[in-house]
């Protein structure tokens, strides 16, 4: 079993829409999850971080994590042709170690 | 602030050779992680660099070795290249305790023929 899983995508919204991100993690003691974006031939570039159950926001984006089910999200509202991009999820396994999902392809159509 | 840099951008090289990749860490950072990114996959953890030590080791073979110096700059360095090295090698700096949140350089780009 993969330590942090992603569904699989690729995610098609239109403009404006919400893109919705899943991610689960098999560590119950993950304790930090991460969502990064690329860019194609690009390296990935933190958009968020959460450490605490619940919903995370930070503008157009809301990251949410809850720990019993060991679920990740990310949410896109509003989404931009600019937003079109891999977003990797990531968990901290033992304090050092970043463990990736394969991440998931989104498009934003115009 | 300077951000995490790294050098070469991209690099080829031939199955048998040796490569060095190098990396500076964000300015305030002292830890350094390096990752292999495959295509169409996300980074995988290669090991981590604190204090000029090894602190943590991913699934990789002992071709693949690093150094970190006392600027905490580092090393990752790859013998004997097998054609399923080419990837996108990254490297990311944080704060050591906990490895909190990791930021990443613009990655290496290794092919090798």
């Known amino acids: 079993q993969k330590e942090v899983e992603q569904n699989s995508g690729p995610l098609s919204v239109p403009e404006g829409a919400i893109a919705s991100l899943n991610c689960t993690y098999s560590?119950?003691?993950?304790?930090?999850f991460f969502w990064y974006r690329q860019y194609s031939g690009k390296s990935p570039e933190l958009i968020m971080s959460i450490y605490s159950n619940g919903d995370k926001e930070d503008g157009r984006f809301t990251a949410q994590l809850n720990k019993a089910s060991q679920y990740v999200s990310l949410l896109i509202r509003d989404s931009q042709p600019s937003d079109s991009a891999t977003y990797l999820c990531?968990?901290?396994?033992?304090?050092?170690?970043?463990?990736f999902g394969a991440g998931t392809t989104v498009t934003v159509r115009a | 602030d300077a951000g995490v840099t790294q050098s070469p951008t991209h690099l080829i090289k031939t199955r048998g050779q040796q490569v060095t990749l190098r990396c500076s860490p964000k300015?305030?950072?002292?830890?350094v992680s390096w990752y292999q990114q495959a295509l169409g996959q996300g980074p995988q953890f290669i090991f981590q660099y604190y204090e000029e030590e090894e602190r943590q080791r991913g699934n990789f073979p002992d071709r693949f070795s690093g150094h970190q110096f006392p600027n905490y700059s580092s090393e990752l360095n790859v013998n004997a290249l097998l054609l399923g090295d080419s990837a996108l090698y990254l490297c990311a700096s944080s704060l050591p305790v906990p490895t909190d949140t990791q930021y990443f350089g613009p990655g290496t780009r290794l092919t090798v023929l």
């Open positions: 990531a968990g901290l396994l033992n304090d050092y170690k970043l463990s």
């Open positions: 300015s305030g950072h002292d830890t």
């Open positions: 560590d119950r003691g993950s304790q930090s």
